[in-house]
C-alpha cells in the first residue's frame, strides 16, 4: 500500500498569512493528488484534484504542486474561513490512502 | 444538485452485522464509481472501499477485507456498505462519496453515518 505522509501536523498562523502543508507518498503517484478541507463536525469538501486542479468553486488562495512523492498544498492570504483540517489524498492504486491530516488553527 | 444521503448508522454489539446504505440524487448515478470511507472521533479519514460505476470492480483496505463488502443498486441509485463481524475500534462516522467521473478522487460527500459497537 501507499503510505501518504503529512507535515506539520498542526500549523499556526494567522489571517493573511501564506502556507505551505507537504504530503509525501511512500512511492510515487504521478499527479493523481487530491486535497480535502475538513472543518469540525462536518464531512471534507475536495479542494484541488490531479495535483493542482482547482475544485470548482474554490478560491484562487488554494493552489497544489508537485509531482511523484512530493506535493503541497499553498494557501496565499489565510482568510478566517480557511481554519480547519486538510488532507491530501493519493488515487493512483488501490487502497486510495489518506495523509494523516493537518490541522490548521489560528495563532 | 449532487446529494448524497447516508443511513443505517446506529448502536450495534460487537460481532454483530449492519448494513449501511447511502441514496444519490442529482446525477446519473450509473455512470459514476462510489467510496465509502470512515473517520474515527477526533481522527483522520480512512479509505475503506469503492465500487465502479457498474459494479464490475470493487476494492477495499487491508482492514476491513472480508468483513466488509460494498455493492450498488443503480436502478435505485443506491450504494450499500455490509459490514460483519464488528468490533469496537469500527466505530467512526461513514461517508460515502462520489468519484469523479474518470477518475476516483472523492468529488462530493454525504454527510455521514455514526456507527458505535459496543455492548
Known amino acids: 500500500d501507499i503510505q501518504m505522509t503529512q507535515s506539520p501536523s498542526t500549523l499556526s498562523a494567522s489571517v493573511g498569512d501564506r502556507v505551505s502543508i507537504t504530503c509525501r507518498a511512500s512511492q510515487s503517484v504521478s499527479t493523481w493528488l487530491a486535497w480535502y478541507q475538513q472543518k469540525p463536525g462536518k464531512a471534507p469538501n475536495l479542494l484541488i484534484f490531479?495535483?493542482?486542479s482547482l475544485e470548482s468553486g474554490v478560491p484562487s488562495r488554494f493552489s497544489g504542486g508537485g509531482s511523484g512523492t512530493e506535493f503541497t498544498l499553498t494557501i496565499s492570504g489565510l482568510q478566517p474561513d480557511d481554519f480547519a483540517t486538510y488532507y491530501c489524498q493519493q488515487y493512483k492504486i488501490s487502497p486510495y490512502t489518506f495523509g494523516q491530516g493537518t490541522k490548521l488553527e489560528i495563532k | 444538485q449532487v446529494q448524497l444521503v447516508e443511513s443505517g448508522g446506529g448502536v450495534v454489539q460487537p460481532g454483530r452485522s449492519l448494513r449501511l446504505s447511502c441514496e444519490a440524487s442529482g446525477f446519473t448515478f450509473s455512470y459514476y464509481g462510489m467510496h465509502w470511507v470512515r473517520q474515527v472521533p477526533g481522527k483522520g479519514l480512512e479509505w475503506l472501499s469503492f465500487?465502479?460505476?457498474?459494479?464490475?470492480?470493487?476494492s477495499y483496505a487491508e482492514s476491513v477485507k472480508g468483513r466488509f463488502t460494498i455493492s450498488r443498486d443503480n436502478s435505485k441509485n443506491m450504494v450499500y456498505l455490509q459490514m460483519s463481524s464488528l468490533r469496537g475500534e469500527d466505530t467512526a462516522e461513514f461517508y460515502c462519496a462520489r468519484a469523479g467521473i474518470r477518475f476516483p478522487y472523492l468529488h462530493y460527500w454525504g454527510q455521514g453515518t455514526l456507527v458505535t459497537v459496543s455492548s
Open positions: 490531479k495535483t493542482s
Open positions: 465500487i465502479s460505476a457498474d459494479g464490475s470492480e470493487k
